[in-house]
């Protein structure tokens, strides 16, 4: 049968923020749709009989049915449709890779021009929050059915989980070690890409569903997780994330002024360090910064330190562009602010000044050999192209593994040579009775979306273990 | 919010806070620290645990007025909250039946070294207590470490009160009089190092619990990383205690130096607007 419907190929575009006006400031770089370019983008939809994109969704949303509300205009139909399985939309439509997600199965995206899903995500999320009498009709209202549970760690992961369970009648408790909720997207994921207010509406959204968030609780120091499987909680979904940062381990490395990103970016996100003084906790961003890595941390962290100050922000990555980790957007971005990117170059060693800073870096030009185990073309060093870089900050961006303090604390519970927790990827069991595990701790450094897929299939058998 | 019970002015810009934290005086041992934070403009900064008291569900922490932060926990008083109060923190001292133990204190590492001492002298040891100042009227607690120590002996560099110079010149008396089984040496950086200086031809093993700069206190940072054996260590969690004679001190003591100028500064600001207060 000829097709029939009419297919437009122009997606809308976001508008954004200049780029020469925006590498000097925090605030949002995506302004978001206004309501005509929100319907405009929507009426692309073909509404598929068979609509793939919910299946490239770790979360199930029903985008088609989301998408028609918004096309007639019925956004607190729309807000339903995407809250009724996603209970962080404000920040999927905002950090999810859409692009390997949803819109890569789109049935458009083989013309080119996949439906901006994300971008209608967001739209929706930012008109709910603009009206906040819509959320009150919402309200949840389920009786406790009696069990409890305990949740570690507040990032994508733990919020999602704790959501649906909360949904279902458990009273669940989340605790956080650090002083705010939101995990990465709260102490890693800058201000100009996810603004804070954003993140803590959406856990406040949590919250209204009678879920208790104990800041300050490091579990494995202030109770175990057997500690709360033997007092109050039936069981444990183990979602603390993958934050230890890893380091080059070269000489040097010690010096003042280097940083990991971790540290780079919870200073500036978490503890507010682009506003001080009149936040207390400092940063160092001199002239010439390096940051090391080629991921989604190092765009973040490059980003960062032009908005701090920074002269020039070189990227130094031993491979070339095709095989950087980082998504296309947040590389075109940091490139447009001006972020200088050094290819094919490996730091050696850190040289220091007389007062023990860092002055410079010496590195050494990489070319590409055969695939490795990952299907990137290994990097080889190139003998005699020593050069020496002069720098004043660097930024150590070469990713993160789990925190030893759950595993090496809870009797039981197997982990992996990666040290990440055993959990089955359907269901997220692990070897310990009674704790589920997902996010970061299960899979290693991944995305918002699959921690929270992960959330939600926990939540789904925690309950069909205590229903069944 | 976490309550302050009580407030105590030990000596010239030392204080003692007694915080409600009942989930954390349950887990507390000696050696863990706890990492404040005071108002929502605060900077999250690390404060050794100095005692504690399961019943009344309290948390002792004693400090000395450097910079904002601790000028700040010490306009505080009992009845005002403390905005975060995260621990215990860092693993616990190695507590055993080691035979005689020197507990070295410089001054505020006095507070610390109080918990171990006592388990320590509870253990079995003999404990004998250095306890070091600059002046006279920087000794605090000395009648609870005394309580606690079979000997304890004060020095201070102005020779104000007990024995005139540093807290090294007892330490090596000590290891050339007597068979010494372990030194805990606790106190500013340098005083650490020329500890661990003064026991290495001696051969005794000398814990120290160190002191860099931290964020999360929690091992997701990275800034309170230390060398220790020529290997990198996170001090929050692999720590804070290390041996002290395999500990890079002089990039630990450069670490800390790393923001004074914004320390200065931030200083400075609050200053000013204390006083138009
Ligand atoms: C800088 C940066 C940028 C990123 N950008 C993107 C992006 O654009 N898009 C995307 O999809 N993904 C991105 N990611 C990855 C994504 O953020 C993570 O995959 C995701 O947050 C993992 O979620 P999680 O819930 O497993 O853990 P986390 O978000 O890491 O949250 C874990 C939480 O548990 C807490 N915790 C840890 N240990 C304990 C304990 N013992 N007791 C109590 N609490 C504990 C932690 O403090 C933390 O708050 C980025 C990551 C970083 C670091
Ligand atoms: C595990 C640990 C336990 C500690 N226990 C105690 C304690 O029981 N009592 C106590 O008085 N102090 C203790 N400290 C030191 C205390 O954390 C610092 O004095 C405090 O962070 C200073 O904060 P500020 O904002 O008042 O001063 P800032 O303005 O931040 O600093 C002023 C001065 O203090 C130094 N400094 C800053 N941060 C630290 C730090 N984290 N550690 C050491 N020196 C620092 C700086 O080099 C500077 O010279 C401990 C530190 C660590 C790491
Ligand atoms: S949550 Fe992420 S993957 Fe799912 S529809 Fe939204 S943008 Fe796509
Ligand atoms: S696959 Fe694309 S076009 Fe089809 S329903 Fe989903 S969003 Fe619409
Ligand atoms: S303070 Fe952050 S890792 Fe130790």
Not at chain 1, 25 to 40: D, H
Not at chain 2, 86 to 94: A, E, I, Q
Not at chain 2, 254 to 273: D, G, V
Request: aromatic share 6%.
């Amino acid at each position: 049968m000829a097709e029939k419907i009419k297919i437009n190929l122009n997606r809308v575009p976001m508008p954004k923020q200049e780029a020469a006006v925006r590498r000097r400031n925090f605030n949002e770089v995506a302004l978001g749709y206004r309501e005509q370019q929100a319907v405009e983008e929507a009426s692309r939809c073909i509404q598929c009989k068979k609509p793939n994109c919910i299946k490239g969704c770790p979360v199930g949303v029903n985008i088609p049915e989301f998408i028609r509300a918004v096309c007639e205009g019925d956004m607190p139909e729309a807000v339903r449709i995407i809250k009724s399985t996603n209970s962080l939309p404000a920040i999927c439509g905002r950090v999810c890779p859409q692009e390997t997600q949803c819109e890569m199965v789109c049935a458009l995206n083989k013309k080119g021009a996949p439906i901006a899903i994300g971008r209608l995500e967001r739209y929706v999320a930012d008109w709910e929050r603009a009206h906040p009498e819509i959320a009150e009709r919402q309200k949840n209202r389920v009786t406790f059915n009696g069990k409890k549970m305990a949740i570690v760690g507040s990032g994508p992961a733990g919020l999602t989980c704790a959501a649906d369970l909360a949904k279902l009648g458990y009273e669940v408790t989340i605790f956080e070690a650090l002083h705010v909720a939101g995990g990465v997207l709260t102490y890693g994921i800058p201000e100009f890409r996810l603004p804070k207010d954003i993140v803590q509406a959406e856990v406040d959204y949590v919250k209204s569903l009678g879920v208790d968030i104990k800041l300050d609780h490091v579990i494995g120091k202030i109770a175990t997780v057997d500690e709360l499987l033997q007092g109050n909680y039936d069981a444990v979904f183990l979602a603390p994330g993958a934050g230890a940062p890893m380091f080059l381990n070269i000489p040097g490395e010690n010096l003042i002024g280097i940083y990991s990103a971790n540290e780079f970016l919870t200073r500036t996100n978490l503890m507010k360090a682009y506003r001080f003084p009149e936040y207390d906790t400092p940063i160092k961003v001199g002239r010439n910064v390096a940051v090391i890595g080629g991921g989604n941390v190092a765009m973040d962290a490059s980003r960062c330190a032009l908005r701090l100050g920074a002269g020039k922000v070189h990227l130094i990555y031993r491979r070339s562009e095709v095989e950087m980790p980082a998504r296309a957007e947040e590389r075109d971005n940091a490139k447009e602010e001006g972020v200088i990117f050094k290819l094919l170059t490996n730091p050696s060693h850190f040289i220091e000044d007389e007062s023990g800073k860092v002055k410079a870096v010496e590195c050494y030009e990489m070319e590409l050999g055969e695939p490795d185990e990952s299907g990137r073309r290994r990097p080889i060093r190139k003998p005699g192209t020593e050069f020496t870089m002069p720098v004043d900050t660097v930024v150590v961006a070469l990713g993160t593994r789990p925190n030893p303090i759950i595993p090496s604390t809870t009797e039981g519970l197997e982990v992996t040579k990666w040290g990440t927790v055993k959990a089955d990827e359907d269901n997220g069991r692990t070897s310990k009775d009674r704790v589920w595990c997902g996010g970061d701790m299960a899979t290693g450094a991944a995305t918002v979306i699959s921690a929270m897929g992960a959330g939600k299939r926990a939540a789904a058998n925690i309950n069909a273990y205590f229903e069944g | 919010m976490y309550r302050i019970i009580a407030k105590e002015r030990l000596a010239e810009n030392i204080h003692l806070l007694e915080v409600e934290a009942p989930e954390v005086a349950k887990k507390a041992q000696p050696g863990q620290f706890v990492v404040v934070r005071v108002d929502e403009e605060g900077e999250r900064i690390p404060l050794t645990i100095a005692d504690w008291d399961v019943e009344k569900g309290s948390m002792t922490i004693i400090f000395l007025e450097v910079g904002t932060t601790t000028r700040k926990l010490a306009c505080l008083n009992a009845g005002d909250g403390i905005l975060n109060f995260v621990g215990p923190l860092g693993r616990p001292t190695d507590i055993d039946h080691f035979g005689t133990v020197v507990c070295v204190a410089g001054g505020v590492g006095a507070a610390s070294l109080f918990p171990i001492s006592r388990s320590l002298k509870a253990c079995g040891n003999e404990v004998i207590t250095i306890m070091g100042a600059r002046t006279k009227q920087l000794i605090f607690w000395e009648e609870r470490l005394r309580s606690i120590s079979h000997q304890l002996i004060i020095t201070t560099d102005d020779g104000s009160y007990g024995r005139k110079g540093v807290v090294t010149v007892p330490l090596k008396e000590l290891l050339e009089a007597r068979k010494v089984d372990r030194v805990i040496a606790i106190g500013p950086a340098v005083m650490m190092k020329f500890c661990c200086l003064t026991t290495k031809p001696f051969g005794v093993s000398t814990i120290v619990s160190l002191n860099p700069i931290m964020v999360d206190g929690t091992g997701m940072c990275g800034c309170c990383r230390v060398s220790v054996e020529g290997e990198t260590r996170f001090a929050c969690v692999d720590g804070p205690d290390f041996d002290g004679h395999k500990v890079d001190w002089d990039l630990l003591m450069n670490r800390q130096r790393a923001y004074l100028e914004e320390e200065r500064k931030s200083l400075e600001l609050w200053e000013t607007k204390a006083l138009k207060k």
